[in-house]
């Protein structure tokens, strides 16, 4: 399919971006990778006045290490995270969920703002946002906001994103350990399940993507003092929903596997 007709316009910079968006309101949208808005397009899932290109924008594509952990900015791609000397040391979590995001075409492309802001559920670097406790960096005319991941997303592809506003970073704090995982029928579709764990001292944090609108922070699970406390209070924090081939309990099942590994990993 063809996409629908839209306007084009590519600011210089982050005080243009904003008039444009300000401008058209709800008929603008941000084109970043595009690897998830161009396919909605040529579907006729989404229907623009305005694509408001913010690639070439100065000061989003950094990866740098400071006081409180890595900063890394919106425009940095997933193959960028994923070969990156600062992430494997800083935030390795992302280093290994990045090379489970779809396929290297796709990575190439594709940013860690576009990831974040979308929210999809089923995406890997919300999860580990949440799990790493991370602050997102967002800027709109008035200036410049944090806001932490367990209050950015929202809902179902709804976040805490507010008119005319840009993600333009994310703050990762360092952990002691990080292990992702997840489970998908073949490498690069959408997980069925997936899990981003983090310890920090002797507190883990469990993260699941892939198991409602959100990514969901299994609060009793991460409390637990066993596994097998974890593995009973799972049933607790998940109600994952059904899909086209795997029903709720089957999930709920492959999510408490991968609690197992991630446990015995931590």
Not at 235 to 243: K, M
Request: glycine letters at 8%.
């Amino acid at each position: 399919m063809k996409a629908p007709s839209f306007a084009y316009a590519r600011p210089g910079t982050l005080a243009e971006a904003f008039d444009l968006l300000e401008r058209h309101g709800e008929g603008a949208r941000i084109l970043a990778g595009g690897q998830s808005l161009i396919p909605s397009l040529n579907m006729r899932l989404s229907s623009p006045e305005l694509l408001v290109d913010i690639t070439g924008l100065a000061g989003l594509s950094g990866i740098e290490s400071f006081s409180k952990g890595l900063r890394i900015g919106a425009l940095v791609t997933h193959a960028q995270i994923e070969r990156s000397p600062d992430v494997r040391k800083h935030a390795p979590l992302l280093a290994q969920a990045a090379p489970h995001i779809a396929h290297p075409a796709i990575r190439n492309r594709g940013t860690l703002g576009g990831s974040l802001a979308l929210a999809d559920p089923a995406a890997e670097y919300p999860a580990c946002a949440v799990a790493l406790d991370a602050t997102l960096v967002i800027a709109g005319k008035k200036g410049e906001r944090r806001v932490k991941a367990g209050a950015f997303f929202k809902g179902l592809f709804e976040t805490d994103l507010r008119p005319a506003e840009i993600l333009t970073a994310a703050e990762f704090p360092p952990a002691d350990k990080a292990v992702f995982i997840e489970l998908a029928r073949r490498h690069g579709d959408y997980a069925i399940i997936g899990l981003a764990g983090t310890q920090v001292a002797s507190r883990k944090r469990f993260v699941f993507l892939g198991a409602g609108a959100t990514p969901i922070l299994a609060v009793n699970a991460s409390k637990a003092s066993s596994l097998a406390e974890a593995r009973q209070a799972l049933g607790e924090d998940l109600d994952p929903p059904a899909d086209l081939y795997h029903s709720s309990a089957t999930k709920l099942h492959l999510a408490r596997v991968l609690l197992e590994r991630a446990w015995n990993t931590l």
